[in-house]
């Protein structure tokens, strides 16, 4: 019944490992996001993906990979994780033409 | 670019008390104005939005924003508050055209019994 899930809901994980966060949505939307909010709530954009398309790709370290294997799923992998990407990582999905986002729980990602 | 203003960054006010929550944006273009709810450990819910028509906007739980296009705000509102509206508030803007977001930096609102 979710409308858009994201696992795992936490991840702890060590410096300089691989992790991926997944997200899908089915709500038959054409457009998904991923957010990054830190430690002060600040919620910033790191990608948008319209109909599997990159159209957002704001300024994160290319160890940051989104991949979207069809419309309703978009995923985000880290490489070499470091201690500043501990957050909470949201992933959101609308339709581009009503501007509305819905978003995920969360994933709060913590790097040791 | 756009950018979004919440003055406030926490607010404490007691229960059935009537609050604001300020939210300013600036833009050269017509925007769309939401506010976001996020409650403790939680993902962000809508509360409500601003498209285009009737300047006061009503949302879930009570809340209502007011458009003001020559103050650019976009300030929230409720008249009595539950001790469930304890959350952090985001104010957020888009363009009419493309589909990205501005946040603001969050308003924490703590109601007191």
């Known amino acids: 019944d979710t409308a858009v899930s994201q696992t795992p809901k936490y991840l702890v994980t060590q410096m300089g490992n691989d992790k991926s966060i997944k997200c899908e949505q089915n709500l038959g939307h054409d457009t998904m996001y991923w957010y990054k909010q830190d430690s002060k709530k600040f919620l910033k954009i790191m990608f948008s993906y319209n109909n599997k398309e990159l159209i957002i790709n704001e300024t994160v370290p290319n160890r940051f990979s989104p991949k979207s294997p069809d419309k309703a799923h978009l995923n985000l992998h880290i490489n070499s994780l470091e201690l500043g990407d501990s957050a909470v990582y949201f992933c959101?999905?609308?339709?581009?033409?009503?501007?509305?986002?819905?978003f995920g729980p969360g994933t709060r990602l913590t790097v040791l | 670019a756009q950018s979004v203003t919440q003055l406030d960054s926490q607010v404490p006010v007691f229960e059935e008390a009537p609050v604001e929550l300020r939210c300013n944006y600036s833009?050269?273009?017509?925007?769309?104005l939401f506010w976001y709810v996020q409650y403790p450990n939680q993902g962000l819910q809508l509360l409500l939005k601003y498209l285009s028509g009737s300047t006061l906007v009503k949302g879930i739980n009570g809340f209502e924003a007011e458009f003001n296009k020559s103050q650019t705000s976009f300030h929230l509102r409720k008249p009595s508050v539950h001790i469930s509206d304890t959350a952090e508030y985001f104010c957020a803007v888009s363009q009419r055209t493309g589909n990205q977001f501005y946040f603001g930096t969050g308003t924490s609102l703590t109601v007191i019994p």
């Open positions: 959101a999905s609308g339709l581009a033409a009503y501007n509305e986002q819905f």
């Open positions: 833009s050269s273009v017509s925007v769309y």
